[in-house]
Nanobody, 125 residues
């Protein structure tokens, strides 16, 4: 059984840096694309960053390009999202997702099979 658990959320001042982690059990981030998504109240869940280990590629939403970095640890059991230059617009619940099913946009939430429970990030300022 696959479990994804996010951590690292909390409160941060605008302009600050935060790193989120997603630890997997029953799964390794070494084959199918995996990613980070976020959802603010009243908004749809949106793709933020995707990492595809086989191809070694990453993809980012325009709103975070140059500020966020997605990567996986050497054991392929923890997915990270390093976030810099945070703004209040980044406030949301952040989710990690795994097991891209193919056929649609990598940043589409519908494309992923497994999800964590989310971690809340609040950016003030």
């Amino acid at each position: 059984q696959v479990h994804l658990v996010e951590s690292g959320g909390g409160s941060v001042v605008a302009g600050g840096t935060r790193q989120l982690s997603c630890t997997a059990s029953g799964y390794r981030f070494d084959h199918y694309c995996v990613g980070w998504f976020r959802q603010a109240p009243g908004n749809e869940r949106e793709g933020v960053a995707v990492y595809c280990p086989v191809a070694g590629r990453t993809e980012y939403a325009d709103s975070v390009l140059g500020r966020f970095t997605v990567y996986v640890d050497n054991a392929y059991t923890t997915l990270y999202l390093l976030m810099k230059s945070l703004s209040p617009e980044d406030t949301a619940t952040y989710y990690c997702a795994a097991d891209y099913q193919g056929g649609i946009d990598y940043l589409s939430a519908a494309a992923y099979r497994y999800w964590g429970q989310g971690t809340q990030l609040t950016v003030s300022g």
